[in-house]
C-alpha cells in the first residue's frame, strides 16, 4: 500500500504592531516538531519594533513587508508566496501548542478542505483564563450546508484555529468588505470538501485589550457594519457556488437571521432607542427558525423582549452583555449572536 507523503503545512503569520506578541507566534511554529513546514510572517506596516523582531530570525522564514493593507489584502497578498498543501493563518498575539502541527497533518487527506480544532482562551500574560473553545461535534457537510442556509454561518473558532486546503482560495479574489480573512474560507470550505474537527486545544488564544479594544462601548455604526458584512458574505458564497459549479446553496432570507437581528436591536439601542415590538417579534421568529436548542432559545427570547421592556440604562447594560465577549467569558464560536 501506498503511503502517503507528509502535507507541506504553511503557516502566515500576520502581524500589525504587535511587538510584544509576535516573538511568542514565531517561536511557536519554529518548535514544532513537524519538519515539511513553511513560515510566513507578514507584516502589516507596523509602526512599533515589529520589524526588528521579524527580521531577526533571518532565513528560518520568509518575512513580507508592505504598507498598512488591512489584515484581510495583508493575508490575501501573503498567499501568493505560500507553497503548502494547506494553509494557517495565525494572528500575531496567539501561539501553537506544542505537537499543533503535526496533529494537523494526521488528518490533511486530500478530500479534507478544512480542518479546526479548539483554541484556549489566554490573558495577556499566557495565563489560562477559561476552558477549551467552541465545542466540537462531528458534523458532515451536508449538516455544515444546511446551518450556512438556515443561519449563516456554523460553529467555528476564530481565525487561528482553522486550517484550509490551499485550493480554498483560489475561489476567493479580494473581499474587500471585510476586516479579516477568514469570513468567507470557512464558508466556502464545506462546498469543497470535508471540514475535520479536533476536539483539543492546538493553540492559545489571547485576550487582550487591543483585540476587543471597540467592543466595550455600543457603536451604532459598527453594528449596521456587522450586519452588512454578514450579509456581504452571503452574496459572495452564493455567488462563487453558481460560477464554479459547486454544491447548491440556498441562503434563507438573510435580513431575518439571528445574526442580523440581533444587530438590529444592538443598533437601536446604541441610537438610544428600543428596539420595538416588529423588530423583537422578527428577532424571535430568527430564533425558532434557527433551532438554536430549547435552553439557548428561551435565554435569548428573554433577553430580546427585556430590551424591549426595561428602562434605558438596564437595557444598556443588556447589549454591552450581549456585544462585548469580555463581559461573559470566552466566545464560543462563530455562530454566537
Same mark, same amino acid.
Request: hydrophobic fraction near 35%.
Given at each position: ?22 516573538? *511568542? ?19 502589516? !506596516?507596523?509602526?512599533? !519594533? ?18 498598512? #493593507? ?17 494553509? *494557517?493563518?495565525?494572528?500575531?498575539? +496567539? ?13 490533511? #487527506? ?20 477559561? /476552558? ?10 451536508? +449538516?455544515?450546508?444546511?446551518?450556512? /442556509? &438556515? @443561519? ?23 473581499? +474587500?468588505?471585510?476586516?479579516?480573512? +477568514?469570513?468567507?474560507?470557512?464558508? #466556502? ?23 476587543? $479594544? ?6 451604532? %455604526?459598527?453594528? %449596521?457594519? /456587522? ?29 431575518? *437571521? ?8 444592538? &443598533? ?5 432607542? &428600543? ?8 428577532? $424571535? ?14 435565554? #435569548? ?14 437595557? @444598556?447594560?443588556? %447589549?454591552?452583555?450581549? $456585544? ?8 464560543? !464560536?462563530?455562530?454566537?449572536?
Amino acid at each position: 500500500m501506498d503511503v502517503m507523503p507528509e502535507p507541506k503545512i504553511t503557516v502566515i503569520i500576520n502581524s500589525y504592531n504587535y511587538e510584544k506578541y509576535i516573538g *511568542q507566534a514565531i517561536d511557536s511554529v519554529l518548535s514544532q516538531d513537524y519538519a515539511n513546514k513553511e513560515i510566513i510572517v507578514v507584516d502589516d !506596516g507596523s509602526t512599533d !519594533g515589529s520589524k526588528d523582531i521579524i527580521l531577526a530570525y533571518g532565513e528560518s522564514i520568509k518575512a513580507i513587508f508592505h504598507e498598512n #493593507l488591512g489584515q484581510a489584502r495583508t493575508c490575501l497578498r501573503a498567499l501568493r508566496q505560500a507553497s503548502g498543501d494547506f494553509i *494557517q493563518f495565525l494572528d500575531s498575539d +496567539d501561539y501553537l501548542l506544542p505537537g499543533a502541527i503535526s496533529a494537523v497533518a494526521a488528518v490533511a #487527506l486530500p478530500d479534507v478542505a478544512k480542518i479546526q480544532f479548539q483554541l484556549l482562551p489566554v490573558g495577556p500574560d499566557g495565563a489560562v483564563v477559561g /476552558e477549551p473553545w467552541p465545542a466540537m461535534s462531528a458534523l458532515s457537510r451536508q +449538516d455544515l450546508i444546511k446551518s450556512i /442556509e &438556515r @443561519r449563516g454561518s456554523y460553529v467555528t473558532p476564530p481565525n487561528s484555529g482553522n486550517v484550509y486546503r490551499s485550493d480554498v482560495f483560489g475561489y476567493i479574489d479580494d473581499i +474587500d468588505y471585510e476586516g479579516s480573512i +477568514d469570513g468567507i474560507p470557512y464558508l #466556502l470550505a464545506p462546498l469543497l470538501g470535508e471540514v475535520r474537527q479536533i476536539a483539543r486545544p492546538l493553540a492559545c488564544y489571547r485576550y487582550h485589550t487591543e483585540n476587543f $479594544s471597540g467592543h466595550g462601548k455600543l457603536d451604532p %455604526a459598527r453594528f %449596521a457594519l /456587522e450586519a452588512r458584512r454578514h450579509k456581504r458574505r452571503l452574496d459572495h458564497l452564493s455567488a462563487i457556488s453558481r460560477q464554479n459549479n459547486l454544491p447548491e446553496i440556498s441562503i434563507s432570507d438573510p435580513d431575518g *437571521q439571528l445574526f442580523v437581528t440581533t444587530r438590529d436591536i444592538l &443598533r437601536k439601542i446604541s441610537e438610544g432607542g &428600543r428596539p420595538g415590538v416588529p423588530l423583537v417579534a422578527r428577532y $424571535s421568529l430568527s430564533l425558532f427558525r434557527e433551532k438554536e436548542g430549547m435552553s439557548r432559545t428561551v435565554k #435569548l427570547l428573554i433577553w430580546g423582549v427585556a430590551t424591549q421592556i426595561l428602562p434605558d440604562k438596564s437595557r @444598556r447594560r443588556l %447589549a454591552i452583555y450581549r $456585544s462585548d465577549p469580555r463581559s461573559r467569558g470566552p466566545a464560543k !464560536g462563530r455562530t454566537a449572536a
